[in-house]
């Protein structure tokens, strides 16, 4: 079987796989995805277990695909929801939440405008006040 969903603890029993045969209708040649997986394990302690697993198919955020789109991160490249895409505060670029570094006076940075110096300051902490409350209630 080489539609393996997760790796399994126990001893599976019984594994009932659904899958998404996807076939291009130019050149006819197919892939198969694993969607479902209905695994029957018997568990260390002796119990007869029944695992549903699911595959979603998420953005580099881990979020839904169906989220809002954000776009690309400049900095990773990963395409992320609009939850977690953010501005730069300094270049403007966009970044995604796993590359923005927040500091204490300014808003979102890049990780290079983070690790520039300190001379367009002033710039950067009258935009951080634009969008400090953009950020905090990402966090929520
Ligand atoms: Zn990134
Ligand atoms: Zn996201
Ligand atoms: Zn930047």
């Given at each position: 079987?080489?539609?393996n969903?997760?790796?399994?603890?126990?001893?599976p029993?019984?594994?009932?796989?659904?899958?998404?045969?996807?076939?291009?209708?130019?050149?006819?040649?197919?892939?198969?995805?694993?969607?479902?997986?209905?695994?029957?394990t018997l568990?260390?302690?002796?119990?007869?277990?029944?695992?549903?697993?699911?595959?979603?198919?998420?953005l580099?955020?881990?979020?839904?695909?169906?989220?809002?789109?954000?776009?690309?991160?400049?900095?990773?490249?990963?395409e992320?929801?609009?939850?977690?895409?953010?501005?730069?505060?300094?270049?403007?670029?966009?970044?995604?939440?796993?590359?923005?570094?927040?500091?204490?006076?300014?808003?979102?940075?890049?990780?290079?405008?983070?690790?520039?110096?300190?001379?367009?300051?002033?710039?950067?902490?009258?935009?951080?006040?634009?969008?400090?409350?953009?950020?905090?209630?990402r966090?929520?």
């Amino acid at each position: 079987m080489t539609h393996n969903l997760e790796p399994q603890d126990g001893h599976p029993l019984r594994r009932v796989l659904r899958v998404l045969v996807r076939r291009d209708a130019r050149t006819g040649r197919s892939e198969t995805v694993p969607v479902e997986a209905e695994i029957h394990t018997l568990s260390p302690d002796g119990s007869p277990d029944t695992v549903h697993y699911r595959t979603t198919q998420v953005l580099g955020c881990l979020h839904p695909v169906d989220a809002p789109f954000g776009g690309r991160c400049f900095d990773c490249c990963a395409e992320v929801c609009r939850a977690c895409l953010f501005a730069c505060t300094a270049c403007r670029k966009p970044v995604c939440a796993e590359c923005t570094r927040t500091t204490a006076d300014a808003g979102p940075l890049c990780p290079r405008c983070a690790g520039a110096d300190g001379r367009r300051r002033t710039a950067r902490r009258v935009l951080g006040i634009v969008f400090g409350p953009f950020v905090e209630k990402r966090e929520e």
